[in-house]
């Protein structure tokens, strides 16, 4: 029996007296997408910052285990978990270089391995042909994902003057050049419109299929969790309510209950 | 805004209201001033300085609204007549002549530029984002190169160039010291965006590595240079370890407590650095081990013997100022190349966002150290050749005004651009020094420029950023 790629045991976090994550255990597995919704405030964010490094929890164990493998993300630095456990994530707001090109920071993104094969910087200094070839891999690595959302033409632009739908997804890109096991995203269809929306799903579909990875995904946007997630968790106030498919997650009463309103169908399509 | 000229009365209002409040605030500051008297101080009074003053800027804030008008007549006659008004009439005080003839010269050249600038007008839009500003961007990166070899070779001949006398050459010295200092904190403030104000304390270790190696030692000046470096290196690394986890202001407090230490430790540890006695003697560098004196020590051959040219002692300052060329040109080289590498590109990240860096495998703690280290090697390194210029140190030379000047030479210079921080340098070193006959309005000069280039070029002269790698080459220049 394999090990999931990334198993969350008995999480829990408290700030002070507050409980944001409470005994949430679940299991988001190699190449599905898996997404975790709730009302505002149920602790998803949470739940990323502590996979991400950016609190200790708690409480509990974040395992994630890929080929021999396995890291307890609860013990590391933050980059260390995208450097090893190679987690990579994006932002609710969007955290962008935006002084630098939009190529620019699709390869600050690949800096690990760009930093070794410069050797501390004296390979870069004299300009090694080693250095010149992981250096030129790294511009094609940007280019390929440049065309994947459709950037290249802006390539050299500030990161910043970009409009937001682009913003959003160059973040994703960004990640990906970290070449991680696992994308996590944080409500990545915010504040984008329909046209865009789709174009997100199709992108981390092609993420999910052709790059055979596992994403985990925060989302508000019932169209997009309903269509492209393999499996969907629920929390509110913290506890996990609800852990399934989308079908079985859509009509499960205790999250129509919670989360969608005790008029389910009305709530829904107000918040497509 | 308006491009219909005011009726008179609304100017003459204005302008009125503007006399009034300098009124106000010039009394006390100017019309009244302390003198000693026999037992003790008096108030007296100063009323002619005053009414000229405030009359001055009336006449100023006239000119300046009618500029701002399009009317373009009437302001330039009346700031040649205020220059030459300045330049003729005997006013009471040095410093009302000063304000006359500036405040004139600049309605005038401000009414040329509304004149060539042809149509366009005076608006505030213009003036955040002049078209002047934006054309000198677009010729320098297509021309950036070139610029750049006619710079270093005019930098070079500049020592044989017919009204470079030697005074001239000590102060270009001193620039070059500056332009280094300002490439090295643009490192830490520029490229990390770690505001540092302590940076004179690299500055200081590395000039009194070099004092003290060379009086205690007798270690030449070639020989103390790295070792100045690295000194100065190693103590950016003891300095960021404290404050890795500090940001902005916070920050800019320990850095401006850590150039304080220095400073202090230099003046109470008398045994070690002769305290504030300071260090003098400190020998010149020499070119291969041949000496710029008259009469070198027994056993040793000097330049002027060597090649068998009668002695001038220009010759040393020339010398001192092809090293520190050398030297900058050197930091330059380094600065430019370590950009375009992920170091350098880590670190601008890193000024960018800091989570993210994070997020993506960044390790901020070592990029942080590498900013320091590498900035302060370059402080140090700018401090050995100060020691070698004045041939003597003392702690004095090592405030935190200092600093200041340094973090000002990066900031107007444009943070992160390597020519702006020279040109900086120059306009802020080079100038003031220039102006020592000024005496007492040298300082004044300084703050006005200062004003001037904030006025003018809010971000720093040269704010633009090339980025470090491009996909499409033919979208340089084309846009801004």
């Known amino acids: 029996m394999t090990k999931p790629l990334l198993s969350v045991e008995h999480l829990s976090m408290q700030f002070g007296g507050l409980t944001a994550v409470d005994d949430l255990s679940f299991d988001a597995a190699d190449r599905r997408i898996t997404a975790i919704i709730g009302p505002n405030g149920a602790g998803k964010t949470t739940v990323f910052n502590c996979l991400t490094g950016f609190y200790p929890p708690t409480v509990g164990r974040l395992i994630v285990s890929f080929g021999e493998s396995q890291y307890q993300l609860e ?23 935006p002084q630098m090109s939009v190529l620019e920071n699709l390869v600050v993104a690949q800096h690990t391995k760009l930093m070794n094969a410069s050797m501390f910087s004296i390979a870069g200094l004299l300009g090694l042909p080693r250095y010149r070839t992981v250096e030129s891999e790294a511009i094609e690595k940007a280019e390929h994902w440049l065309e994947r959302i459709g950037l290249l033409a802006r390539s050299d632009w500030d990161a910043g003057n970009l409009p937001y739908g682009d913003q959003r997804r160059l973040e994703i890109a960004r990640a990906m050049c970290t070449n991680p096991a696992m994308l996590c995203l944080d409500e990545p269809a915010a504040g984008l419109n329909p046209r865009e929306s789709a174009e997100l799903n199709e992108l981390l579909i092609s993420i999910r299929n052709d790059d ?61 | 805004m308006a491009s219909q000229p005011q009726d008179w009365s609304a100017t003459l209002k204005e302008s009125a209201i503007t006399a009034a409040i300098a009124a106000a605030l010039m009394f006390p500051m100017i019309g009244l001033y302390t003198s000693t008297r026999a037992g003790g101080l008096a108030i007296e009074t100063r009323w002619i300085e005053l009414a000229i003053g405030v009359l001055l800027i009336f006449l100023g804030r006239i000119a300046l609204i009618r500029l701002r008008d399009g009317e373009r007549l009437v302001p330039f006659v009346g700031g040649v007549f205020a220059v030459g008004l300045g330049l003729q009439l005997p006013l009471p005080n040095g410093l009302l002549t000063v304000c006359c003839i500036a405040g004139g010269a600049v309605v005038v050249l401000r009414s ?41 070779a005019f930098a070079i001949a500049f020592p044989w160039l017919p009204f470079a006398d030697r005074r001239l050459i000590d102060l270009a010295t001193l620039v070059l010291i500056y332009v280094m200092l300002g490439w090295g904190l643009n490192i830490v403030v520029g490229l990390a965006g770690l505001l540092d104000l302590g940076y004179v304390a690299f500055y200081a270790i590395g000039a009194y590595s070099f004092a003290l190696l060379s009086s205690n030692y007798d270690m030449s000046f070639w020989a103390c240079l790295p070792v100045a470096a690295m000194l100065a290196a190693f103590l950016g690394i003891l300095l960021g370890f404290p404050v890795l986890r500090l940001r902005g202001d916070y920050l800019a407090i320990v850095t401006l407590g850590f150039g304080e230490m220095i400073r202090i430790i230099l003046i109470n540890w ?31 051959e000097s330049f002027h013997q060597f090649f068998d040219i009668p002695y001038a002692s220009v010759d040393r300052i020339i010398f001192l100022f092809y090293v520190a060329l050398g030297l900058a040109l050197l930091t330059n080289a380094f600065i430019l190349r370590i950009r375009k590498l992920p170091i350098g590109r880590a670190w601008e990240a890193l000024r960018e966002d800091e989570i993210a860096c994070r997020s993506l495998g960044l390790n901020p703690t070592n990029i942080k150290l590498s900013a320091f280290a590498l900035g302060a090697m370059f402080g140090g390194l700018a401090g050995a050749v100060f020691a070698a210029r004045q041939s003597f140190i003392s702690p004095e030379s090592f405030t935190f005004i200092e600093s200041a000047i340094i973090l000002a030479v990066v900031v107007l210079g444009g943070m992160g651009s390597q020519i702006g921080v020279a040109i900086a340098a120059i306009l802020l070193i080079g100038l003031p020094e220039w102006f020592r006959e000024l005496q007492d309005y040298r300082m004044l000069a300084f703050g006005a420029l200062m004003v001037a280039i904030m006025v003018w070029r809010p971000k720093g002269i040269l704010s633009f950023r090339e980025p470090t790698l491009r996909l499409h080459e033919e979208d340089r220049g084309a846009k801004q």
């Open chain 1, 75 to 97: 013990q590391m630095e933050g980059f260390r978990i995208a450097r090893e456990a190679r987690i990579a994530r994006t932002f609710q707001n969007i955290r962008l270089f």
């Open chain 1, 212 to 272: 055979g990875i596992g994403v985990l995904l925060i989302e508000h946007d019932m169209s997009v969790v309903m269509e492209i997630s393999d499996k969907i968790i629920v929390l509110d106030y913290g506890r996990k309510i609800a852990d399934g498919e989308p079908d079985a997650v859509r009509s499960d009463p205790a999250v129509i209950r919670a989360y969608l309103g005790e008029d389910g169908d009305a709530q829904e399509s107000s918040n497509v």
């Open chain 2, 112 to 152: 040329v530029v509304l004149w060539v600038g042809g149509k366009l007008k005076a608006t505030n839009d213009a003036r955040n984002s002049p078209p002047l500003a934006a054309r000198a961007q677009l010729f320098l990166k297509q021309y950036g190169p070139w610029l750049g070899a006619a710079v270093i």
């Open chain 2, 270 to 300: 008398v045994d070690f650095t002769k305290g504030p006695d300071g260090i003098s003697g400190i020998p010149k560098p020499t070119l291969f081990g041949l000496s710029f004196s008259r009469r070198p020590p027994e056993g040793t």
